[in-house]
């Protein structure tokens, strides 16, 4: 295992390289791909090996169909959820799912309830960000009677504000959802920014409640990492994916 930062590790799996967070991983199963897998150019099969390593059949996986909005989909016992739904966050009840985002670049954003009662996968790009999806989704979970205080995040691999610079149009679309935004930019020159995508979901995480020490940031930026992660912005759109996947831990009881 290859120690990163804050507790994230690189492990081998079956199907090869996979990354975790200690403290997400204490209270909930889950585990972020890397190019072992892309998504693309055979995803039944891809999805039925990422099934595997959660003990389930590629069926038990729910997958959306992205949008970079601010839709959230309920996973729950014995109610089916349509594949491929459009939604950017899935927040699930059911340890008999797997619930799943793709990214590559976009920040993928993992949650669990330290006491086991519920787990989220968002999919936070710069648009979906922009539309504060991760608070809108620790808020959803707060309407279910978890206490935001009681939540671990984790966020993985994505682009660093090092290798994503946007224009004026994406800095006033931050601007004009929250002032908070002009912490998210450092100038670039040239009417360019770089922006921070990880800062701004903590910040949105911590907004809705939670605790800032329990939200890990991977800082593994994608565009950097090409030999493990998929990047948009670095090879195009034709690239593969990566998946951020997460199942509820039923409790055990004594
Ligand atoms: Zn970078």
Redesign the pocket.
């Known amino acids: 295992m290859v120690d990163i930062a804050d507790g994230w590790h690189w492990r081998e799996e079956a199907w090869g390289a996979a990354l975790q967070q200690d403290a997400l991983g204490a209270v909930a199963a889950h585990v972020i791909t890397s190019r072992a897998l892309n998504f693309r150019t055979q995803p039944e099969a891809d999805y039925a090996a990422l099934a595997r390593t959660f003990g389930r059949s590629a069926g038990d996986v729910v997958r959306v169909t992205q949008m970079h909005g601010r839709a959230i989909v309920h996973v729950r016992p014995g109610e089916d959820v349509p594949n491929g739904i459009e939604a950017d966050a899935i927040i699930s009840t059911d340890p008999a799912r797997v619930i799943s985002v793709r990214v590559a670049d976009c920040v993928p954003v993992l949650i669990a309830d330290r006491h086991q009662r519920v787990v989220a996968a968002v999919h936070a790009g710069w648009k979906g960000t922009c539309a504060a999806i991760a608070e809108a989704t620790v808020e959803a979970i707060a309407a279910q009677d978890v206490a935001p205080g009681d939540l671990v995040a984790a966020i993985g691999p994505s682009?660093?504000s090092?290798?994503y610079q946007v224009d004026s149009r994406v800095r006033h679309s931050f601007l004009a959802m929250t002032p908070d935004a002009a912490a998210w930019m450092g100038e670039d020159g040239m009417e360019r920014w770089k922006l921070d995508l990880w800062q701004a979901n903590v910040d949105q995480l911590v907004r809705a409640g939670m605790r800032e020490d329990a939200i890990h940031v991977a800082r593994v930026?994608t565009?950097?990492h090409l030999d493990r992660c998929f990047s948009h912005r670095a090879e195009g759109p034709t690239t593969g994916r990566m998946v951020a996947a997460i199942r509820l831990r039923a409790p055990t009881r004594c």
């Open positions: 682009i660093g090092c290798c930026c565009a950097d």
